[in-house]
């Protein structure tokens, strides 16, 4: 039965191109057991063909070791995966506003065709997700946070998991700025599974039997924000910053080499897309390189970013407190544990009404997809004078940021009240979706009423960073625009606002999560959140580690010294007591 | 005489501004001890004095730890030390070069002047830093990582030894090209020296008598290399990688908070210094942004990768084969003993002879300064093709790389192989000097005889990288020039020449010194170099910490246990055969 499961798996994985030749490798390492199967024709041809195998293996190997190739393998397969997501929802979106453009004149159908359509997309995830697997759904990041940390999450890193999150993620996308969730955390938890299944290959391949290692899911967390957006640098910071409270150098170049190879990927396959571009920042802007800013700008900056840190405050809150309501109210909590694909379709078709063109939707630049909205956010035009930005200027023409005639302050101010209220409540949605890019995303309207020049994006990582405490967002903001000489401003930016949100043991928008989800939690959250209750210290360490009590008598110590083979023991305060003590601290 | 000492402290300290309040704060702090000192004047005045000094730290707390103002404090006053030194370094070779040029038509005077000038100056920065602080010498990179990791090495980050560290420095630097040495190490040193001060004196002001934890210096590794070009994401992606073998998270903000004022800072007073200039990239380039490259010349920067690999592993054997020529030959060695600052004068000398525009100088272009040179190299203009660099265009045209009348590229080839050499015995000099920056040079150079476009760029990041093993050099080359484009194919050669340069665990460029200053090595070392002599647990984890034996009696477990306050015990083989152990698995 075992041996079936590994074939099925094999023949699954095959659909991914690129490591043909790993998993040839792998069925030629069990060369001996399978030619004891007199049975099966073609003996000699087979045992030809995996002698040939295991030579090719071991010419890899003598190269580098196997797991660099899974290392490259993983990063250009999930590249290769954000692309088809980025292609498919591109094609969605361009379907939807198609038809939308072809029953002009008859309103009522286009109110039909705005609303039913994101509305049936979403119903569909929904319900397509809890029935195929019921973990798909959310950020997944909270999830991979807590299997770094040692703990086991069943069922979490299944190819199963991994096909369901990937299609309900893109469905979530193709509903477009009106449900404005984004795919950063999906696409970690993606590149988890693909990474948990390429270390079981490699391992296989080498013929080693050992437990699987959290390189991978390091790397992994690593490779899914750098295959997002094309930007190694901050995928590997964004790693070492949100999934576990220490990093080991050992871990370091494995997550930069699959970073870049994963963001060359991505770069490479939009060049070849779209013919005539090449390898250029995302979202290209043209600040002007010879004053990038002045000096006395610098406190502009810092005081964007207590303004963002203070906003972040206001936006998690909102977050907990919705997260709690629906947990609590008895009419949200039966529709999300009974009816997930109802409660998703009312949502969005709510979200639509407000969205729809010929109502509100008008002033808020709804036909355009939340890329458009980014790239003319950071275009950084000041609304009035003509477009820094050489490559969007056609794009943005067609952009409605004014077509009804108001003020663009006002439009923008609008904008923004709704969008963090509706943002607020898409979290809600049982759907496989990213809340990092919405937030990414929302912070630049609201910097823009400032008038400050460029501070859509410092603004942009200022709030992003404070809502997740991270300083990645900066990072990503400059890899994003090209714009490295506004790295400095921008990291100050991000700093003050995170400061401004963890002051007073503020939790980040995934430890709420965590929270939310009774995961077990790390050792960041127990410091802010002291009432939480304490995992056992034996429930994390397995059955075999050996323990030392503060109180054992000198037998009991005597038989863990010679029982252990490691070099250190831990020693508890009492084993019924246990408190749950920094994991990191026994690795 | 405890007393005295610390406010013998204070006074040299109230030199570097900025701090005031902090060294006011900290007097206050011994305010009731003070007031008992009935012999000194004013008691009623100091004591208000104090009282007001006391509510200031409450009010400085009350925003955030007192630690933070440290970190800001610490960034700062490094990015102004840096400033202070390449502002002197610049007037001493603008004398030198102004005397050179009145010379003019006297060549047996002007001979006199090229060599005798830094050939005096670095005489003279060898006695004074080995008469004043003898461990002020090298790049103090190694010592710092041992540090790290937990072994005291004393005399290392005192006072005394920041101020000749600073002094000799400037020397070295004013030699200019001749020595061809850098500043990125000692910077390194300067600010945890600076650090380890500041750190004492937070703790005071707290009221806290703990022992001095590593924060601070893992904070001041990033902060010297931000400092030293204003770059922070490179400077703590440096720190991250060079120092220790785990990066704990909860350094990671304070990293980034004291590089970005370190960074900010030297923006700033660059710009002050210079008129009309604003806050724009180190070396500014000009690359064309429409089309960074084509996706086929990535195959060029992985070859380029690749050669810089090679490269780096024999430069890196040249290195250790002198450093061991200079332990093993008498002459030598009792030069480098008895007579530090004569030998330093006659090896100068030599590079000066070398370099003397009248001979083989002429193709060496010697007349600029090593920041000159890296900019013109940095061009990319193809040296046949007009300049895609606007800011550098006059000061390219002093350049006298083809002065001589010969090819270009023999002219550079010829450049690329004296100064490797050179660069080898400059190593050698008993002087505060950094090696990262010559070997970022020395690597375009190299790479400029492919003719690939833009691998200068590449080939900087991909060979500095690989001599240190390292990737922060791929960043702080994106930082330097501002293009970001190029970060995925900077980083993609330097992943590779790192892949070459630690194949058959070949060793670092700090790791080879580090072997060759006989310092306590790190748990890299003792992998890469098994023949290395161990160092005993018990000498690292000092006398107080409790230890157990695999085979410890019952009564001396129960005493360990009962004695230990530690969460966890280590168990070592036995007392006398102890064996290193992975130092950062204890913490």
Redesign the interface.
Same mark, same amino acid.
């Given at each position: 039965m075992k041996s079936f499961d590994k074939s099925l798996e094999i023949e699954t994985e095959e659909e991914g191109n690129a490591q043909k030749q790993e998993n040839n490798s792998e069925a030629s390492h069990n060369v001996t057991p399978l030619l004891l199967d007199s049975w099966k024709p073609y003996k000699g041809t087979r045992a030809n063909v995996k002698g040939q195998l295991l030579k090719l293996r071991d010419c890899l190997e003598s190269v580098?070791g196997i797991q660099w190739y899974g290392f490259a393998t993983l990063g250009i397969l999930t590249a290769v995966l954000s692309f088809l997501m980025d292609f498919s929802v591109a094609k969605l979106l361009q379907a939807h506003l198609w038809l939308y453009g072809k029953l002009e004149g008859h309103i009522l159908l286009q109110f039909l065709c705005w609303t039913l359509y994101p509305a049936c997309i979403c119903a569909f995830a929904s319900s397509f997700s809890h029935n195929i697997c019921p973990f798909s759904t959310g950020s997944g990041v909270p999830e991979v946070r807590t299997m770094l940390s040692g703990i086991e999450v069943p069922h979490y890193l299944s190819l199963t998991n991994m096909f369901t999150k990937f299609l309900g993620l893109t469905c979530t996308l193709a509903a477009g700025s009106t449900v404005f969730l984004g795919k950063v955390g999906p696409f970690v938890h993606l590149s988890t599974m693909l990474g948990a299944y390429l270390d079981r290959l490699c391992r296989l391949i080498q013929g080693k039997k050992k437990d699987a290692g959290t390189e991978m899911m390091v790397v992994a967390a690593a490779v899914g924000v750098a295959s997002c957006f $094309?930007a190694?640098?901050s995928g590997v910071l964004f790693s070492?910053?949100v999934m !576990?409270? #220490?990093? &080991? +150098?050992?871990h370091?170049?494995p997550c930069?080499?699959s970073a =870049?190879c994963g $963001? +060359?990927t991505f #770069? +490479?396959l939009s060049?070849?897309s779209r013919d005539g571009e090449?390898?250029? =920042?995302l979202f290209?802007t043209n600040f002007p390189? &010879?004053?990038?800013?002045?000096?006395l700008e610098?406190l502009l900056f810092a005081l964007l970013g207590l303004l963002c840190g203070a906003g972040s405050r206001f936006y998690l809150f909102c977050h907990r407190w919705i997260l709690k309501f629906t947990k609590t109210n008895r009419v949200f909590l039966t529709m999300l544990t009974t009816e997930k694909g109802l409660y998703s379709g009312l949502v969005v078709f709510f979200l639509a009404l407000l969205t729809f063109p010929h109502s509100a939707g008008q002033y808020l630049a709804s036909k355009c997809t939340t890329k458009q909205l980014l790239t003319s956010l950071l275009d950084s035009r000041q609304w009035s004078s003509q477009s820094h930005n050489a490559s969007v200027r056609l794009e943005l023409d067609s952009l409605e940021w004014s077509s009804s005639g108001a003020p663009i302050f006002l439009s923008l101010a609008f904008f923004l009240l709704m969008k963090m209220w509706m943002l607020v409540l898409a979290c809600t949605l049982p759907l496989p979706a990213g809340y990092f890019m919405p937030v990414f995303f929302g912070s630049p309207v609201k910097t823009e009423i400032l008038r400050v020049r460029h501070d859509l994006f410092h603004g942009a990582a200022a709030f992003s960073g404070a809502v997740t405490h991270t %300083?990645s967002p900066a %990072?990503l903001a400059?890899?994003l625009t $090209?714009?490295?000489?506004h *790295?400095?401003?921008a990291?100050?930016s991000t700093?003050l606002a995170? *400061?401004l949100a963890r !002051?007073r043991n503020g939790l980040s928008f995934y430890d709420g999560l965590s929270i939310s989800k009774k995961l077990p939690h790390l050792p960041s959250l127990k410091k802010a959140c002291p009432q939480l209750p304490s995992t056992p210290l034996g429930q994390v360490m397995g059955v075999k580690s050996v323990q +030392?009590q503060?109180a054992? $008598?000198?037998?009991e110590?005597?038989s863990a010294?010679?029982n252990?083979s490691?070099?250190?023991?831990?020693?508890?305060d009492s084993h019924g007591m246990q408190r749950a003590?920094d994991i990191h601290? %026994?690795?």
């Open positions: 580098c $094309g190694p640098v070492v910053e !576990s409270s #220490h990093f &080991a +150098l050992r370091y170049c930069f080499f =870049a $963001g +060359l #770069h +490479l060049v070849w090449t390898l250029q =920042a290209k390189t &010879a004053t990038p800013f002045f000096p610098i %300083l %990072l400059v890899e $090209g714009q490295v000489t *790295a400095v401003p990291l100050l700093l995170n *400061a !002051s +030392l503060k054992a $008598g000198p037998a110590v005597q010294v010679s252990s490691e070099a250190q023991i831990p020693v508890v003590v601290a %026994l690795y």
